[in-house]
């Protein structure tokens, strides 16, 4: 009898253990399987771990505390796991406005090419990461000529790439080609703004015309070459601006007259008084040197993009805190 007793114990014992982990019966949805309530194990995420997938990766410290988080401190797991969530992170950095970065230029034996490459902060500007990426994108742009669409769809996946270790927005914004056998090119201030000539002549003279452009933002090449709607906008403009000051309409109309006959001359880059010699048009320097600029391009990084005011770093601390990002 004792033995019958202790033999049917350890089979209710066991029976029990089992049923932990067979199918039960639900009225409402079928089979289904029913488990012990077990607490899940809690991996101490540690400084250390962090710092060692940050090396490994290069993304943010909260970003990779997150994944190790999740990944209960498999440094390995969290990298995966960062690999694949790593398009939903730079679609949701491409809804920050880029309007920091880097004007890269780049010449060959036929002209030359300059390639704007956006970024959200001065900071990430100066990123070695970026700045490689960055003068990549100038590489291939003077290799082979590629328009704006098709640069930007070669270097998609590396950008995303670049998005999720860096954490910023980042977009190749544009690109402009410069054909001529002799172009003097020049970049200001760490490539905020990048210029290049081209013509033919003295070298000094077309470099000097470079830094010209860079300070004046010249529309046009020659004054002949101003469109007439461009200068009838100008007029109106002009005259609108002399009328809220309160002059009759006639006397409006001369004033703004003598403004147009300047108009034109102030937007080309010939008519232009000359930056380093006032007294001079930009046309009067070319010819004394035996030297003429037939196209120019200027880009400046941002220039027509609306940039918006970001949360102070108080507002992003405490956003972090709150696990808002």
Do not use: W
């Not at 930007?152 to 001529?180: H, M, P, W």
């Not at 020049?186 to 015309?209: C, P, W």
């Not at 070459?225 to 009838?232: A, F, I, L, Y």
């Amino acid at each position: 009898m004792k033995f019958f007793t202790a033999s049917f114990l350890a089979l209710v014992s066991f029976a029990a253990t089992a049923s932990a982990f067979v199918p039960s019966i639900s009225s409402n949805h079928g089979p289904a399987f029913r488990t012990r309530s077990l607490a899940p194990l809690q991996a101490e995420i540690t400084t250390a771990l962090i710092k060692e997938l940050r090396e490994l990766t290069g993304a943010g410290m909260m970003d990779c505390k997150k994944a190790l988080q999740e990944s209960e401190g498999d440094v390995e797991k969290a990298i995966e796991n960062m690999r694949t969530s790593g398009q939903l992170k730079a679609a949701k950095k491409a809804t920050k406005v880029a309007a920091e970065g880097q004007i890269v230029v780049r010449s060959d034996a036929s002209g030359a090419a300059l390639v704007e490459v956006n970024c959200q902060t001065d900071f990430v500007a100066k990123d070695e990461s970026f700045l490689a990426f960055a003068a990549k994108v100038a590489d291939v742009a003077i290799q082979s000529r590629p328009d704006i669409e098709a640069l930007k769809a070669q270097f998609e996946e590396e950008r995303t790439t670049l998005v999720a270790k860096i954490g910023e927005n980042i977009e190749v914004r544009r690109v402009s080609y410069v054909d001529g056998e002799k172009c003097a090119t020049y970049l200001h201030n760490g490539g905020k703004i990048g210029v290049v000539v081209a013509g033919e002549g003295d070298d000094v003279t077309l470099k000097n015309m470079c830094m010209h452009v860079c300070a004046s933002a010249p529309q046009f090449l020659s004054p002949e070459d101003v469109p007439e709607d461009v200068v009838e906008k100008e007029r109106k403009v002009q005259l609108e601006i002399a009328m809220n000051e309160g002059k009759p309409a006639d006397i409006a109309e001369k004033m703004v007259s003598g403004r147009m006959k300047k108009f034109a001359g102030e937007v080309a880059l010939k008519g232009q008084p000359f930056v380093m010699e006032p007294k001079k048009s930009v046309g009067d320097v070319l010819k004394e040197n035996k030297s003429d600029v037939t196209s120019f391009v200027r880009l400046e990084v941002g220039e027509g993009i609306a940039k918006q005011d970001g949360p102070s770093f108080a507002e992003e601390v405490a956003a972090m805190a709150k696990g808002e990002k």
